[in-house]
């Protein structure tokens, strides 16, 4: 059998005098390793992505996470630090396939940046910068620590109770994790089922209430060291069985 094709959106960066379409490794091994799928990194082209042709392959999309933000822009507001990176071409072509595949039913995995995409693309907010919102903690790593320091667990997060995460994780009510960030969610989107917050409040997973299938967004990192961490390793399974499952069901596992 086929391993099931997972679609990884990349995003532009400026590597010396190109600019080139990435992916981080952590991410696309964790599809491989984790899942146990086929990953395929989609260029960030924007309106000129065909979409059917790629949804008519895939089996599931994971959406990773990246330094730049979801323009402010596409969720009404004005940016308010223009010295944040943004990444236009990735937001053309990650929020009209977050809509396309889950019309479709395809298993669907966000992190981070992703997870505040598929809220964007569905109708919520961001908090721009969640340190200053008052009650709020500051969720950001420190840019002075080395890598190891900035992925490693910083905070809890607790679990809603019979929630589909919880499931994944043996019905776990909370765990600790590693999550980074400076933006959030303020307005949840219609149709999401918050399925953990953090101490303050702030939402950190969710999923897709009425999706027929699998379709979590976490805000932290489940794919850094992934092998070393239970938790993580119950999520990619429980991800790439929901891409196997769809695949059997479209045919193309046989």
Known sequence: MPSPLVLVPACINQIGAHAYHTAQLKYVDAVASGAHCMPLIVPALGAAT??????????GVMLTGSPSNVHAGLYGQDVLDPSLPQDAARDATTLPLIR????????????????QEVNVALGGTLHQAVHTVAGMHDHRENKHHTLEQQYAASHRV?????GALSRILGG???????SLHGQ????????LAVEARADD????????????GFTLAVQWHPEWQLAQNPDSIKLFLAFGQA????QSKSGRGA
């Not at 595949?101 to 992190?111: D, N, T, V």
């Not at 959030?184 to 149709?191: E, F, N, R």
């Open 50 to 59: 065909d979409l059917e042709a790629l949804l008519d392959i895939a089996d």
């Open 100 to 115: 396309a595949a889950l019309k479709r039913g395809l298993p669907l995995l966000a992190i981070c940046r992703g997870f």
């Open 158 to 162: 607790l679990l809603q109770a019979d």
């Open 172 to 178: 776990a009510g909370e765990i600790m994790v590693n």
């Open 184 to 191: 959030g969610i303020a307005q949840l989107a219609p149709g």
């Open 201 to 212: 409040g702030l939402v950190e997973a969710y999923r897709v209430a009425d999706a027929a």
């Open 243 to 246: 891409c196997r499952n769809y």
